[in-house]
């Protein structure tokens, strides 16, 4: 049995991993920070590990990894995705301070695979899908530091023949996503029968179902990877407007109520051009998307439905 160290095991796409690992009958350890929420692990009663440990905290770090002595590692503990997520230090120590840390006692430790998560947001904003071997514009502290623990990971790979890969993923929703996103936002207010404050309705992002995501992960996991750090879109390849998701929303809920267009206030990186090229992870892993931004969505709404413990935390949490 493989044992694996999950990092932001306690996050949304962190919390899936952890269950599909589960599942295929691996030993994951589940590194949490120390402050973080847990309510997405609850349920799981004791059937992992969680170990909380600051990434930043170079000494722990080494400790966790020479004790779980992990085969896999999936890196996935992030900060500065969200919205309100703006402290530069913070950012800085989570993405980049925190990667560097966990690399080094995976290089000492002889982990046999690392896949790391990166961001669509390290292009910067482009008007045409992007493939992995152009260049990367950030225009965000933290796009700017998902790119800078990309070059990390390449740099241990091509410096000390580490099998590293990063993911970089396209807007991910589904179950266990955070209630003040978009996707779980649509769903949530939808089965109250109204909208959410929505930006314009142009705004575009490229939607993949969290199940399609974690799939990357474990295929990433897999693969002794030809190219030194190899990275991977993780996307659709197709775009979704906010407007197109609200119409969506509205025939899957039979939402009678409009949208308040503008209600939201548009952030830094809302582009009407945002969209996956998925070329490479289809030719190298064999990987596909499998759900349409529609199934995706009816599924996210059913899962909310079937579970009225996690909705009534999501209507809580959004008041």
């Keep these: 049995m493989k044992r694996v160290i999950v990092t932001g095991a306690a996050g949304f796409i962190g919390a899936n991993v952890a269950r599909r690992l589960l599942d295929d009958g691996l030993e994951p350890f589940l590194?949490?920070?120390?402050?973080?929420?847990?309510?997405?692990?609850?349920?799981?009663?004791?059937?992992?590990?969680?170990?909380?440990?600051d990434l930043a905290d170079q000494e722990a770090v080494a400790r966790v990894v020479s004790d779980v002595k992990p085969e896999w590692v999936l890196h996935l503990a992030a900060h500065g995705g969200y919205s309100w997520q703006t402290d530069a230090d913070a950012i800085l120590r989570a993405n980049v301070v925190g990667t560097a840390n966990l690399l080094s006692a995976c290089r000492r430790s002889g982990v046999e695979t690392f896949v790391n998560t990166g961001s669509s947001s390290e292009y910067g904003l482009k008007d045409h899908p992007p493939c992995e071997e152009e260049s990367i514009e950030p225009n965000s502290i933290y796009a700017t530091a998902k790119a800078a623990a990309t070059l990390l990971c390449q740099q241990a790979a091509m410096s000390d023949g580490m099998n590293v890969s990063t993911l970089?993923?396209?807007?991910?929703?589904?179950?266990?996503?955070?209630p003040n996103r978009l996707v779980p936002a649509l769903a949530v207010e939808g089965l109250r029968g109204t909208f959410p404050p929505l930006v314009a309705p142009e705004t575009a992002r490229d939607f993949v179902w969290i199940g399609d995501v974690v799939d990357a992960y474990l295929l990433a996991a897999r693969t002794r990877h030809s190219e030194p750090g190899a990275v991977y879109n993780?996307?659709?390849?197709?775009?979704?407007?906010?407007?197109?998701a609200a119409e969506i929303a509205r025939d899957v809920l039979a939402i009678d109520a409009s949208p308040s267009w503008g209600s939201m206030q548009a952030r830094q990186w809302d582009t009407d051009r945002w969209i996956a090229d998925n070329t490479k992870i289809r030719n190298r892993l064999g990987w596909r998307a499998t759900r349409s931004f529609r199934e995706g969505f009816t599924e996210l709404a059913s899962w909310l439905r079937e579970r009225p413990d996690v909705l009534s935390h999501y209507w809580r949490f959004r008041g």
């Excluded at 993780?234 to 197109?244: C, D, L, R």
Aim: avoid cysteine; charged fraction near 20%.
């Design 234 to 244: 993780v996307g659709t390849g197709i775009q979704t407007t906010v407007g197109e």
């Design 31 to 53: 590194l949490t920070l120390p402050s973080s929420d847990q309510w997405r692990l609850a349920e799981l009663n004791g059937e992992a590990r969680v170990v909380p440990v």
């Design 168 to 178: 970089r993923l396209y807007s991910t929703y589904g179950p266990w996503e955070d």
